[in-house]
């Protein structure tokens, strides 16, 4: 029997393990938030379909004068782990099983039973705050529970093991509260580092923008009309994600093009046009090689060739051009459409659907346009319309 549980603990553990492994691994491509972390931990501990583990998990987090605690108690019900309460704000005073957690240098996660320090199982419910008994459903018999530490600290308390709560037990829930205060922790660093990362790349484009009009509104809307595309094809959260923030650096590249040039008015002579025609490769080169700018390294160098082959640096063709390229094309010409430039007026809604649709002296979409992405931007135009419109709005509402 001892073995047994051993062996569960163990397995349990080696769960636990492999989540922290896929969780360090997925820290770059995805942003855990505490709820999806706890759930994940409370999966591997849960005991269900032959495995052995508590029948419920009180999961709450550290208010941050140390006041009290708040927080949920879970279940695992036909393999489906379910909330069995609301969220519950308790003292701990209030409990004997967080007052454990709570005795100074308690480090250690603390197996419990009923038949070791009461004479009944009715006395020992009065060890617990009356909400989380009446959320367990049935008698607590035995708990483990356990501190977690860190920047987001908190407390794991769990309920109803089979037969008897064991040192097994509590090594396993310590390894749990172990592993969500450290990648709880690191999760927050991740995404401390993500907003700074963000501000800065939103700096730089905005800095390519200073020189022309409609200042940094254009990059912002970019943005919004790439990822509304991205979504209603059907893309996954990491890629619409992606190119919603990288959209913006499509034109990076004209940070080295003379502002003289960018605001001219009037056709560009032959020799203009080429050295305008270089911002793709300029964006290019400015983003480097950081597998992290990947996207807007594609989105930079791509945003200006045509499906048909005739755009521009390198003259890509149909799927040649990166997807995240199509998609901004279609984004940039709309807006570039919609916008006032030193050569030009800005076009209504309807005006830009007839070019989208029916083409003009620059633009031919049929020849131009990605023909699955340009069906979407027709099946959600009012959304592009709208994005246009709720900028205007905002500019409008700070003069």
Excluded at 205 to 227: F, S
Aim: charged share 25%.
């Amino acid at each position: 029997m001892i073995l047994d549980r051993c062996n569960m603990a163990l397995r349990q553990t080696l769960d636990l393990i492999h989540l922290t492994d896929q969780t360090l691994q997925g820290f770059s491509r995805r942003k855990f938030s505490s709820e999806e972390l706890y759930r994940e931990v409370l999966g591997k501990l849960l005991g269900g379909n032959g495995r052995r583990g508590p029948s419920g998990i009180f999961l709450a987090s550290e208010y941050a004068d140390c006041s009290c605690y708040r927080g949920r108690v879970f279940h695992l019900r036909h393999e489906q782990m379910i909330e069995r309460s609301e969220e519950l704000t308790i003292d701990p005073g209030s409990s004997y099983a967080m007052t454990l957690t709570r005795a100074e240098g308690a480090q250690e996660a603390v197996a419990v039973n009923w038949g070791k320090i009461c004479a009944s199982v009715e006395e020992f419910q009065h060890f617990f705050h009356p909400a989380v008994v009446q959320a367990m459903e049935t008698p607590i018999l035995n708990f483990v529970s356990c501190r977690i530490s860190g920047e987001s600290p908190g407390v794991i308390i769990a309920f109803n093991y089979p037969g008897n709560a064991t040192e097994y037990d509590a090594d396993v829930l310590r390894s749990a509260a172990v592993v969500i205060g450290s990648l709880l922790t690191v999760s927050d660093r991740m995404r401390e580092t993500e907003r700074a990362f963000n501000y800065t790349i939103e700096a730089l484009a905005r800095a390519c923008e200073a020189a022309e009009e409609d200042t940094g509104k254009h990059i912002v809307r970019v943005n919004r009309y790439a990822g509304a595309l991205a979504a209603n094809m059907g893309f996954n959260a990491s890629f619409i994600e992606e190119i919603s923030a990288s959209a913006q650096m499509h034109d990076v590249g004209k940070i080295k093009i003379p502002a003289a040039l960018l605001l001219k008015e009037g056709p560009l002579t032959p020799r203009e046009m080429k050295l305008m025609r270089q911002h793709p490769a300029f964006g290019c080169e400015i983003l480097g090689d950081s597998p992290r700018l990947k996207v807007a390294r594609e989105i930079a160098l791509s945003h200006h060739e045509n499906w048909d082959g005739t755009g521009y640096p390198k003259r890509l063709k149909g799927h040649q051009i990166p997807m995240s390229g199509r998609i901004v094309k279609v984004a940039d010409v709309y807006d570039a459409l919609r916008s006032k430039r030193s050569y030009k007026a800005p076009m209504t809604h309807e005006e830009a659907l007839h070019v989208f649709r029916e083409g003009d002296d620059r633009i031919n979409p049929g020849a131009h346009f990605d023909p699955e992405v340009l069906a979407t931007f027709f099946k959600i135009e009012h959304m592009f319309d709208m994005i246009y419109d709720s900028s205007i709005l905002k500019i409008g509402l700070k003069r």
